[in-house]
């Protein structure tokens, strides 16, 4: 028996209501692909699985929305979201669906043993009906002002707004989403799962959990348990969804909150059969020791922190969940994506666009991990062209080409310095220390920590000086070169799990071992002399932006060239002199200052601006600067930000721009 750490990765369930958004990219898919990754890496057995929640009541109004079935709806999102998957180069193990004979037979047994055991009762139930539709509604097709923190579009089954889990006869002013007129309360029958029964057993594994949970996760989780659980009810007044297995149902499905959870192990059991292993499952799902980690947004923490363990608990012989790596948001424009309110950029647009690692690679640093996070398209294409092509991707890049062009193949290390030490040294510490984020779960400090080391090669190279020592004393340079490339081996297999195309690029490149196969220890064993290296094209591009003021994307591509513009179109500019009066951090954006400019007007202006890599704020206050104060107001991470300053961008370095000589503040620029 293979005696390997086993790890299990659930990624959250997309709703196949319609194409992926960035949102759903940054909330569970990459890190969950993420930590995968790092797992293999390890050297850890690993399964991650996960698929399209086809049942969800969003599908089904799609469906009467377009007037098809609840089928065509959802199996052609199911395509759409494969290819986002495959865009991304998300490793699942499997990826499928709810709406499989599978996954309704697992559900189904489950749903049994629980009501065997007493866990699941019918009882009579009130339920909201709409005279108008002459049907049931399901808590999806209904929408109202919630009871707790009065958002005025809380969905039946939950609010976005506080995250609160709702029962929909709960909603203020409830409508139906399908006629918007008002419901009323009838009598039907559900089955309930007795939540109230299980609650001790789920309140301890809860404090076994808490202190490697996230905060959010845990406080999330501690507010649901805090006046007690309810028994809830699992069945709905549906035709679309997994059948009930009990004669006399056949109008009513298993609401989707239990069953898609089921897909975790339904997902596990049918990769076993696909590769023929059909008992594989229960290495995962059966040994004690198997750790199972659960990514998600946070909306979705209590049906994987309570109501899934719940289930398992209620089972019996399965593993609970280990940790709930959950995230907080990712905005678009200082709004929430969303697909139901088409709100956001999808995934699969994006990519037309723009090159997968880049995007990866700016989420990564950007992830929603202990607070919301927004998309600034500006930051991803200045990420891009800084820290990914500028750093990054010009270490790894000239480092080979130098190589390439003076000796051919990769060179003999000979006698190590204190430099030479002191950086491999750095390196290893490095490399061990964003392994260790990525145990715990903490990616987004993983990668900041790679990127430090990407700065400190660059410094060391630099010093070292190569293109001089080739002439002087071609040992020495020998020596060095090999030093730069084993930290550049270092520094891909450390990327490796967040931009993984390009570092297995680089190490195909140099003639090194696959990371995706090789083990993490292969990262450290120094650079052989002999391995014949080629001429290397660039692994990233310069990007920019087509029409900055589009605020998005969709259909316009990186190009080399701006459009031209007539003096019109420049007049319209309200280019003017402005003075910076203060300055301070924004707090909920590491990367933002808040100013307070003068622009000639009666009251200062406020503007967000990503200058916090590149001036500290006392050297922002008292400068005379350029801004453009009829740019449209945005929101940036929940402040409105109202002007832009001009600056100039060459080579990574950013400098303001500003007047020779002294005018009055509010002048215009012509």
Not at 605 to 628: F, M
């Amino acid at each position: 028996m293979d005696n390997r750490e086993r790890i299990f990765i659930g990624a959250a369930w997309p709703y196949s209501n319609g194409a992926l958004h960035l949102g759903h990219v940054a909330g569970c898919l990459l890190p969950a692909d993420i930590f995968a990754r790092y797992c293999r890496l390890k050297g850890y057995e690993t399964l991650f699985v996960s698929g399209s929640d086809m049942h969800g009541t969003p599908i089904t109004i799609t469906a009467d929305r377009e007037g098809t079935t609840p089928e065509v709806v959802a199996e052609r999102n199911h395509r759409s979201i494969l290819e986002t998957i495959g865009s991304l180069s998300i490793s699942y193990d499997l990826y499928t669906k709810t709406h499989t004979e599978n996954h309704f037979s697992v559900v189904q047994d489950i749903f049994l043993k629980l009501m065997a055991k007493g866990l699941i009762e019918k009882r009579g139930d009130r339920a909201l009906y709409c005279p108008h539709c002459s049907k049931f509604l399901p808590d999806r097709y209904v929408e109202g002002a919630c009871p707790h923190c009065g958002f005025e579009e809380a969905r039946g089954d939950q609010c976005d707004h506080c995250g609160k889990v709702l029962d929909p006869k709960e909603l203020k002013d409830p409508r139906c989403k399908l006629c918007k007129g008002s419901p009323e309360i009838r009598e039907t029958e559900h089955f309930y799962l007795l939540l109230s029964k299980l609650e001790p057993q789920i309140r301890e594994h809860v404090a076994s959990c808490r202190e490697r949970w996230r905060p959010n996760t845990r406080n999330n989780t501690e507010n649901f348990l805090r006046d007690g659980l309810k028994d809830r009810p699992i069945t709905r007044d549906l035709s679309w969804g997994v059948p009930i297995p009990i004669d006399g149902f056949d109008d009513k499905r298993i609401y989707v909150w239990f069953e898609a959870v089921c897909g975790y192990l339904s997902a596990s059991m049918l990769h076993s059969k696909n590769i023929g292993r059909p008992d594989l499952w229960e290495s995962f799902w059966k040994d004690g020791g198997c750790r199972h980690y659960y990514f998600l947004a946070k909306d979705n923490i209590p049906f994987h922190t309570i109501i899934w363990p719940a289930i398992l608990i209620g089972h019996g012989g399965l593993v609970l969940p280990y940790d709930v790596p959950s995230n907080e948001y990712l905005q678009w424009d200082g709004a929430q994506f969303s697909k139901s309110r088409g709100h956001g950029v999808t995934v699969n647009g994006f990519l037309k666009d723009y090159p997968v690692d880049p995007l990866r690679f700016y989420l990564s640093v950007n992830m929603p991990e202990r607070g919301d996070a927004n998309f600034d398209l500006n930051e991803f294409i200045q990420k891009n062209n800084t820290e990914l092509l500028g750093a990054l991707g010009n270490y790894l890049h000239r480092v080979v080409t130098f190589v390439h062009n003076n000796f051919g193949e990769t060179t003999q290390r000979g006698e190590l310095k204190e430099a030479d030490l002191k950086v491999l040294a750095s390196a290893e510490d490095a490399y061990r220390r964003t392994l260790d984020c990525m145990e715990m779960v903490r990616l987004k400090e993983g990668v900041s920590i790679m990127m430090s080391l990407v700065n400190e090669a660059n410094r060391y190279f630099n010093s070292m000086a190569p293109w001089k020592l080739v002439k002087e004393d071609k040992e020495r340079c020998m020596t060095v070169l090999n030093v730069s490339l084993q930290i550049g081996k270092v520094i891909a297999y450390g990327m490796y799990p967040y931009i993984p195309q390009s570092m297995r690029k680089w190490c195909s490149l140099v003639g090194l071992k696959d990371p995706e196969t090789s083990g993490w220890e292969e990262a450290l064993r120094p650079i052989e002399a002999g391995q014949r290296i080629g001429s290397p094209p660039p692994l990233f591009q310069k990007l920019e932006l087509r029409k900055e003021e589009e605020g998005a994307p969709d259909g316009k591509g990186p190009i080399q060239e701006k459009e031209q513009v007539t003096i019109e179109q420049f007049g319209a500019l309200d280019l003017r002199v402005g003075k910076v009066l203060e300055a301070s951090e924004h707090p909920k954006a590491d990367k933002l200052y808040v100013l307070k400019v003068d622009v000639g007007e009666p009251e200062p202006r406020q503007i967000i601006t990503g200058l916090r890599e590149h001036y500290d704020k006392d050297d922002l206050v008292g400068r005379t600067i350029i801004v453009l104060c009829n740019l449209k107001p945005a929101n940036m991470r929940g402040l409105s930000s109202n002007g832009m300053l001009l600056a100039s961008e060459a080579d990574g370095e950013v400098v303001l721009l500003t007047t020779v000589k002294g005018t009055r503040f509010g002048a215009r620029v012509h």
